[in-house]
């Protein structure tokens, strides 16, 4: 058989190049039978089976060609081609693309890059220096990481990684982007990921030393700058194309263009809080704003969970419940903490008449730039004569900056419990540890004097073992636990105690305000988004309504409730209404009766006109809740 192969050099490259697609075949095809794929993934080949059909026919065939002529012309040179064209294809095929002309000569153009780049860095093992060899050994192991990452995500969630999930990462720092990881993909997958990746860099290693030494490096360059600037002008005019590069690079650009906004936004001289032309009336009163953190009602007693998660919210004392307001169903705007907080605490939301306007979802840097822009909660309360207070148990910084801390600079007192020592060394920062910053705020605070004080919680994030003092009681098993894996049972485990923890830290801040120089005093607690505890947590790439569902509570001292009889009567009225959280900043000027001109009374909870419903209510860049949320 060798032989006759060795012959017939043309039915040899035939019979490689068919074999190479095979393989091909099944490695794109293993997927669907794994039970970590996405359910999207799953509902398109379903839904469109005769244009995925299509589209694979189209790969296989390509892939079958162009390696048959490259075995037929031989050499490793042609087999790394072969390697890369592969990586650029599947991804590419998984998310229904080529599209056209330009998207194909994309998907080629760029392989032959990388490949050019292999074929240089063939000259250190023929005795070219060291500082050459490491820096194109550099490129090519993120080119090769970044396939694979591409790769694994599609599978996963059916769709390549969007630009609010990078801008997410973005915003985080090193420790917060591991635990997002093993979160979104679990240790198994990543596991496996690091080892495709070890595996897949040891063969390109392999074919390298094999390859021929170019004959000139200036030649090479010469023509791999030709090929790079054939590929980005290509790439300008295709609509589909895209790699983990590019929408990096689109993502980091969304990112800057927010936090740039916020600072031509408060040097803008035209910019002056006095146009809002605020008013207020009271004295002497605090509202204490609680940020929660991945925190399900589905997953709190409250709510009819089976498991005794919110002892507080549901004790039998007449004057707890006497105090408490439970929206019933209230919703994120958004699944990612800057995204939902940020709009949370600006004037700016998505029934916003300029957000209504665009319909192409594709680019969010519209929403950031417009939440920059325009004024924030802080800023109004300040304005109103508010003195405001921002403690967090959150990072202040992430790898680049964080927009929640920026937009938390308005306030009057800022402090991070990061900047603290240590108290609970195994897990960590803990949220009790924001008390004493609220008791001594409130020690401080003079006759007459109103405050708001933002509380930005650890909550119920991943890790969840770790959202709790390790000395924390864990919640008593419940039955039909056991039909559960070992690990989705001691995950859900974890995540009920750290809502348990969540509840008690309530409990303590409602005492410390009832216990305050101030008789007139609320508190309002809402989470940032909901958490699919048995999936990926929250992830809009793999959005499920669950991740949308979040607790909204209110406490009002008794003192309150008399003299804002009126308030605290539409509150309980309108608590069985659809709420998002982009409202928050209404409520709590509706709370502490802060008048502006900008004002809209049929988005305030506070008013009589309130007028959110299943029919118009929003969710991210426009979009209508109940699209997102089947039987809302």
């Known amino acids: 058989m060798l032989g006759y192969f060795r012959r017939h050099r043309a039915v040899a490259s035939l019979f490689q190049g068919a074999l190479l697609a095979a393989l091909m075949t099944l490695f794109l095809a293993w997927p669907l039978y794994r039970s970590w794929i996405s359910a999207n993934f799953l509902t398109f080949v379903m839904s469109e089976r005769l244009r995925t ?9 390509s892939w079958a060609l162009w390696s048959a002529i490259l075995y037929w012309r031989g050499g490793a040179g042609a087999k790394i081609y072969a390697f890369f064209l592969f990586f650029e294809f599947a991804p590419a095929f998984l998310c229904r693309a080529p599209s056209g002309l330009y998207e194909y000569a994309c998907l080629c153009l760029f392989p032959a890059c990388w490949t050019l780049l292999a074929c240089m860095l063939s000259q250190r093992f023929a005795g070219a220096k060291r500082l050459f060899g490491a820096l194109l050994t550099a490129l090519l192991a993120a080119g090769v990481a970044q396939y694979i990452v591409y790769f694994v995500y599609i599978v996963r969630y059916g769709r390549r990684l969007g630009s609010n999930t990078l801008m997410t990462v973005l915003g985080t720092n090193l420790v917060e982007a591991r635990s997002f990881l093993l979160d979104q993909f679990g240790l198994l997958p990543t596991a496996a990921s690091l080892g495709l990746f070890v595996l897949l860099a040891a063969v390109l290693r392999s074919l390298i030393r094999r390859c021929r030494p170019v004959k000139s490096l200036w030649c090479a360059a010469a023509t791999l700058c030709f090929c790079v600037a054939l590929a980005l002008s290509c790439r300008a005019k295709a609509t589909s194309y895209s790699n983990l590069f590019f929408d990096f690079q689109k993502g980091y ?9 916020l600072e031509k936004a408060r040097s803008d001289p035209q910019r002056r809080i006095e146009d809002l032309k605020i008013s207020r009336t009271g004295r002497g009163e605090v509202c204490v704003v609680v940020v929660g953190e991945s925190a399900s009602p589905r997953h709190m007693q409250r709510w009819g969970y089976r498991r005794p998660t919110t002892p507080w919210l549901c004790c039998e004392d007449a004057e707890v ?30 029934y916003d008449p300029r957000v209504l306007l665009h319909f192409d979802h594709r ?48 306030a009057g007192e800022q402090e991070f419990i990061e900047d603290l020592p240590l108290i609970d060394r195994k897990n960590g920062h803990q949220d009790e540890e924001i008390l004493p910053l609220l008791r001594r705020a409130l020690q401080r605070a003079k006759d007459g004097e109103s405050h708001a004080i933002f509380l930005h919680l650890r909550g119920s994030h991943w890790s969840y073992r770790n959202s709790a003092p390790e000395n924390w009681p864990w919640l008593p098993r419940v039955k039909g636990s056991k039909l559960l894996s070992r690990e989705l049972r001691e995950r859900i485990d974890a995540y009920d105690r750290s809502i348990a923890y969540t509840d008690d830290l309530l409990r303590r801040i409602s005492e410390i305000l009832a216990q305050s120089k101030f008789a007139v005093s609320s508190m309002v607690y809402f989470s940032d988004h909901g958490e699919d505890v048995t999936g990926v947590g929250h992830n809009f790439d793999a959005f499920k309504p669950v991740m949308a569902e979040i607790p909204v509570v209110l406490w009002l001292s008794p003192e309150y409730r008399r003299r804002y009889a009126a308030t605290t009567a539409q509150l309980r009225a309108n608590s069985g209404r659809i709420f998002t959280s982009d409202l928050i900043c209404p409520l709590v000027l509706g709370l502490m009766h802060v008048q502006h001109a900008n004002a809209v009374p049929e988005r305030q909870l506070t008013s009589e006109k309130y007028a959110v419903n299943e029919q118009n209510a929003r969710f991210w860049e426009g979009r209508l809740l109940k699209s997102v949320v089947p039987g809302l």
């Open 321 to 350: 419940q006497d105090a408490l307001i439970v929206l019933k169903r209230a919703y994120s705007c958004m699944v990612h903490t800057e995204s939902a907080v940020t709009l949370a605490l600006s004037q700016f939301s998505n």
């Open 363 to 410: 680019d969010s840097s519209f929403m950031f730039t417009g939440i920059m822009k325009a004024f924030s909660l802080l800023e109004i309360l300040a304005g109103a004569g508010v003195k405001t207070h921002w403690f967090s148990n959150q990072e202040k910084i992430g790898a680049y900056n964080n927009l929640v801390s920026a937009l938390s600079r308005d």
């Open 253 to 261: 650009r969304q990112y800057q263009t927010a936090l740039d906004s």
């Open 53 to 61: 059909t299509q589209l694979f026919i189209e790969f296989a065939g």
